[in-house]
Structure formats: C-alpha cells, structure tokens
C-alpha cells in the first residue's frame, strides 16, 4: 500500500491532522450540507474533498498521499496538478523566488527557496538539496515554468555544462535532458514554457548571437530538433547581458529583434514566428542602452535603461500597440536593472546589478524605490554571491511527463 513505510502510529496522527484541517475549512465553506457524521466516520462528497486538497501547499500534499490509497491516486493524477497549479498561481502566499548562490563556505553552488512578501521583500529562506548525488563545481538555472526549473550544471571546468536537468524543487524530482544538436558558446538564451493544445511543456533556446538555428525541445518527446527555418522569423536577435530567460506570455516567447526593432515572438503551439511593435522612446542622448522585455503581472513588458534613467512600459491588451503603457521611470544612475515580478498592489520586484553584488528592491512608481534592499541584513546569503534569482509557484508538476 502506497506510503507502507511511514509507521502506523504516524499515519494515525496524519488522518488527525486532515480531518482537523477538513473541519476547520469547512465552517467556511458553502459545502457543509454535505458533511454528515455518523458511528465516528467523516463523510464528505468526494468533489469537497478535491477542492479543499487543492488549495494545500505541495508539501502538505505529499504527506497526506500516505492516508490513504484513493488520496494518494488522486494526488498524483494530471488534472489535480493542473488545477493546483491554477488554484495557487492567484494566491500571493504561494508564490516563492529561486536563488542560486555562488562559492560559500565550503559548498561551491548552492540553491535557496524563499517566500515573496510585500513587506520584506522575501523570508522564510531555506536551503535546498541539490537535484543530484554530487555536488558540481558550478550551475546555472536557465528557465523556470509551473514550478519546473531547466538547469544545467558543471562537473567540471569546461564551456558546456555536464548535464542538463529538468527538475522540481517542491518535489525533489528530477530528469536528465539530452544534449544539443548544436553545442553553441555564451551567449544562448531559453525559455520554457506550457502548451495547452498538446498538454506538453517546452524548452526554447535562441542563440544570441544568430549564428545558429533556434532549437526547441518538447518533455513528453525528450529531443531536441531544429526550428523549421520557413517559420518565418526575420529580426536579428539582441539579448541583453542581464536577461535571464525570454518571456513567455499568451501562449508565446519573446525577445527583442533588431531590422527591424521590435519584439519578436515565438507561438509555443503552432511554432510560426511574428513581431510585436516597440513603444516610441524619445532618444535624449546616443548613450549605450539596456534594453529587454519580461512579464509582470500576466502582461508583456519592455525596459529600457540609459544609464541616467530606467523606464519601464506595460502592454495592458496583448499585441496592440497603442496599448503599450508608460508604468514607471526611475533613476539608474548606470546599475543595470530588470523588473522580475509585481504584487498584486502593483508594486514591481527589480532586480539590480550593481558594485555590491544583486540586491532586490520594490518600486511602485509614484514614490521612486521603496527603502527595502535584500540581501543585506541576510545571514546566509551575501549580494556578491548571488547569481539569478527567478520567481515561481510551488507544485506537483513531474519533470517525468511522458516517461
């Protein structure tokens, strides 16, 4: 019986714990015509049952999968992921930031989960294990989607990564990917993303550079092959030095294209290239400048930086140019910046690269930078160590999808 090595006893004080937490959700619920007692038994309609279970932490989840066998079907089937993951993408207390460090103590890599909070920006900040047996001499996270995080990592000091891993940190799960096709140097960027029409997700990678095919990967598959050079993708790539991943927004990546300039997008689903047009930006000097796109808040996002001033645009209705919207400009004072998240009162998680090493801060645009910096009053976790910091939503979702 699935969960035979937990020991009676503990299993007892799980089932207690349940039905408290079922008896405690259910006082609020409209439901509660459902829930008879009789002869010490809890009946309650098994469409209850699914919603109140959806709306726990993943870590709540895997225990209870030890209650019972029907619990444990349940908790593993496709749909209940799914409507997990939709349940929690809306709530503020489920979404957490990735970040991965570098050289500390004697550990040369390291992973830390940490809650977003308005107020502090992040805590509850907890180390992870690591997704293999031995600990690498280097890493790196390339993209995340639904609680899975593409990375590859370094067994050794060479150009190309030893291996690469699709892996779950809710979940401790993990697969090995193939190789490329074509092994390219620095200078390549992914993204991943999930597409409905085959239920599968998928891992873009464009070369920054336009010196080789862009390659795309779908899970259930596990192979990588080239994009059909008819797809019709005409702008040259640029990527900025401080992008993380390409935005994946509507059903498509992005990333920014020159000749012409604009936003180029990849459709996840019928992998045909189009173009977005860029805001009209009034040049005030011939400066070098940072430029890039993200997704806050559901919705396309272009920056654009300076290095006197950073401004950020907002597309509030999905490929419309006139929809672009002027959010916020700040001071940069030549730190490079890249908007990575907004809470739900509208305030934008920027990332800043700057002499210190990264530093997180918040910014609503009406009052210039909020006084919260993190990491500085952090222990474990010191600005110059920190290599990319990426936000996502706990869940059940397998990198074994297919497998």
Not at 37 to 44: A, E, R, S, V, W
Request: net charge negative; glycine share 6%; charged share 20%.
């Amino acid at each position: 019986m699935p969960g035979s090595h937990v020991k009676i006893s503990e299993r007892i004080t799980l089932k207690g714990q349940v039905i408290q937490g079922l008896f405690s959700i259910l006082k609020q619920s409209p439901c509660t015509s459902n829930l008879t007692i009789g002869m010490g038994t809890l009946h309650i309609q098994e469409e209850v049952i699914i919603d109140i279970l959806s709306r726990l932490s993943v870590k709540s989840l895997l225990r209870f999968k030890c209650v019972s066998e029907s619990w444990n079907t349940l908790i593993s089937e496709p749909y209940f992921k799914k409507m997990h993951i939709n349940i929690h993408a809306k709530n503020q207390n489920s979404q957490k930031m990735l970040i991965s460090q570098m050289s500390h103590n004697d550990i040369f890599f390291t992973f830390y989960s940490a809650s977003l909070s308005s107020a502090q920006l992040v805590k509850d900040i907890r180390r992870l294990d690591w997704p293999s047996s031995s600990k690498p001499l280097d890493g790196r996270v390339y993209c995340c989607c639904d609680g899975l995080f593409f990375i590859g990592i370094w067994s050794k000091f060479e150009e190309q990564p030893s291996i690469l891993l699709l892996w779950n940190p809710s979940t401790r799960e993990s697969i090995i990917l193939p190789r490329h096709l074509e092994l390219l140097p620095e200078g390549y960027i992914y993204g991943m993303g999930y597409d409905s029409t085959s239920d599968d997700y998928k891992i873009l990678r464009i070369d920054g550079y336009d010196e080789a095919p862009d390659e795309i990967l779908a899970l259930k598959s596990a192979s990588w092959r080239k994009i059909d050079e008819t797809s019709g993708r005409m702008s040259v790539v640029t990527i900025s030095q401080m992008e993380l991943c390409l935005a994946f927004v509507d059903g498509a990546f992005h990333w920014l294209g020159v000749f012409p300039r604009s936003v180029v997008s990849f459709n996840i689903s019928n992998e045909m290239y189009g173009e977005i047009p860029l805001p009209v930006i009034e040049r005030t000097s011939y400066r070098m400048v940072e430029e890039g796109v993200s997704v806050l808040g559901g919705r396309l996002c272009f920056y654009h930086n300076d290095a006197i001033n950073f401004n950020l645009w907002v597309m509030k209705d999905y490929s419309v140019k006139e929809s672009w919207t002027k959010w916020f400009n700040l001071p940069s004072n030549g730190v490079d910046i890249i908007p990575i998240y907004m809470f739900p009162d509208d305030e934008v998680l920027l990332t800043y690269f700057g002499s210190e090493g990264t530093v997180y801060r918040t910014s609503n645009g009406s009052f210039g930078l909020s006084n919260k910096k993190w990491p500085l009053d952090c222990d474990d976790i010191q600005p110059i160590t920190i290599q990319d910091g990426f936000v996502y939503i706990e869940s059940l979702i397998s990198p074994k999808l297919g497998h």
